[in-house]
């Protein structure tokens, strides 16, 4: 298994919802959140736990809050380290530009990732990221700007990233 799909196991919040044998949607309904915002939290995307996913494994799991919040933020900083060991030195702007290729799909192409890895390292929706690489996104949608501040991208290659998916869209 890659290192950085290992380290899932490690997010807290999963860890609790397996010992209590709850599915994602099961979670997402005691919370009154939504499956997509379980998915997210699991494979932590978002730099904190939700107030709703937490306060349900605190109060109905017994879940100690500043240990859970400090074992999660233990979580993301891993995550974040495995994937720049993963990424090395990187700038986006030494990479070709292809004219038939989306942005994003020269940047998943550049790290040799297909599709599905990619999606599965941002923790992101593969659906999304073919509406992007298929130019049906005028910018980088907000999901993918986040996955990629969460694993330490820099804001600059980010603006990069969004200024050339502008272009491809303009030109598609």
């Known amino acids: 298994m890659p290192q950085n799909l290992a380290s899932l196991s490690k997010n807290p919040v999963r860890q609790v ?3 209590h044998n709850l599915t ?3 979670l997402a309904e005691k919370c009154n959140v939504t499956l997509n915002a379980v998915y997210n939290q699991e494979c932590g995307v978002y730099p904190y736990i939700l107030g709703n996913i937490l306060m349900v494994l605190v109060n109905e799991y017994g879940e100690e809050y500043f ?10 900083k891993e995550r974040r380290l ?3 060991d ?6 986006y702007r030494d990479i070709e530009v292809d004219a038939t290729l989306s942005p994003i799909a020269v940047f998943r192409r550049s790290l ?4 599905m890895a990619f999606c599965k390292r941002l923790c992101i929706q593969p659906s999304l990221l073919n509406r992007c690489e298929a130019g049906a996104c005028q910018t980088l949608p907000s999901a993918i700007v986040n996955a ?23 030109r598609t």
Request: hydrophobic content about 35%; glycine content about 8%; overall charge negative.
């Open 112 to 115: 040799d990732l297909s599709k």
């Open 86 to 91: 993963e990424l090395g030195p990187f700038n």
């Open 24 to 26: 994602l949607q099961a």
């Open 67 to 76: 240990s859970l919040n400090e074992r999660y933020k233990e979580f993301i």
């Open 82 to 84: 495995t994937f720049l």
């Open 17 to 19: 919802r397996r010992e």
């Open 148 to 170: 990629l501040r969460q694993v330490g991208f820099e804001d600059e290659g980010i603006e990069e990233l969004n200024y050339r998916q502008g272009e491809f869209n303009a």
